[in-house]
């Protein structure tokens, strides 16, 4: 049975956002741009029960990778509440959990051909098809520094919310937010003090993502998430990343009792609509909507929080030891390193679908809001 959870969680992971919807159980400031969910927060303070009245019934049609008891579940429950509380019950949610309709692999296309109104899209497996979200999907300072860095970069910002949206409704999509998804962290077999002894002390460092590991000077062994429980206990590696979450939910802390955050956190997942059905909604039943995804953007960022604390304390009440806190300069290194790989890997992909011209104006905007001196 253990197996097979670790499978599923690992599965989960690969296919999900950003670096990383995660697989544990367990606020951010709203975009102003009218083309996003959080297009006002505040607006939902305002008196729901007379909005309520003008709000025609409606079920959305929503399909979820996740199971309810994870952490991406229990935000999406948050937001059919939500939805039902601004609408006065007038909107309710018509969920599939747990990939029962469609997998990661297939949610875009579900909700692109209108099979679905709704998906929380990990954009991971999809990348070639929305070439414009393949900029660094996490940003150091937080949960809430990495939900300020999406929603600058996806609704506030006119060039690059011009481009994201405009690439969306090509294919008959859009999106409402963005959710948090959770910190990065190195787990490793040998104590370590900060990022130098770290990899110094590594013999093999296992992950699929070898540029950004190899240019901190580790010798990366590809290996896939399911694996790298018993990598490390036989020794086939010693040290490792990955967020956190899974991490915890597979515990690696049982073979690996050495750990660090990262310094980075992710984005998981985007609400996403597709066009035609968003356009033949009541103004009234819009705003619901907007106004509910923007709550569960802001709420995403709470949860996910505790859930770090929370896992955090596993860790440390498991194995005895208390995480090592990375410097700033060691987390600006490994910031550095995930920038170059990851803008790399963007700016070929966008190469190969005539968006280079896009994508450098995105990516000079992520770094502008990580504090990055990137020379693309």
Known sequence: ?????????ALALLCSMAACGDSSSSSASAPASSGSAAASSA??????????????PLTIKFSSTFQETETGG?????FIDKVGELSGGAIT???????????????LDAVIDGVVDMIALGHMPHVDTVPYLSYPGFAPGGTQAALDYFDEIMFKNPETSALIQGEAESLGIKYLNVLAGGANAFCTKYAFTDLDSMVAGSTSFGNFDAAIFEYLGFQVTSIAPPDVYQGLDRGMINSTQMALAPMVAMAWYEVAPYWALDGT???????TVNLDWWDSLTDAQRSVIEQAAAATEDYSATIYDDSIAA?????????????????DDD??????????????DAMSRAEKHGKA???????ELAAQLTDYDWQG
């Open 74 to 78: 229990i935000i999406q429950k948050y």
């Open 93 to 107: 949610v018509d969920m599939a959990w747990g990939g029962t309709l469609f997998d990661s692999m297939g949610e």
């Open 265 to 271: 956190y992710t984005g998981g997942n985007f609400f």
């Open 357 to 363: 011209e896009g994508m450098h104006t995105i990516l």
């Open 43 to 56: 607006a939902a303070s305002s008196d729901s029960g007379a909005a309520a009245a003008d709000v025609d």
């Open 331 to 344: 987390i600006a290194r490994i910031w550095e390193a995930t920038f170059i790989a990851k803008a790399s």
């Open 311 to 327: 896992d955090i304390e596993t860790i440390e009440s498991a194995t005895g030891n208390k995480l090592v806190q990375l410097s």
């Open 1 to 9: 049975m253990k197996k097979v959870l670790t499978i599923l969680l």
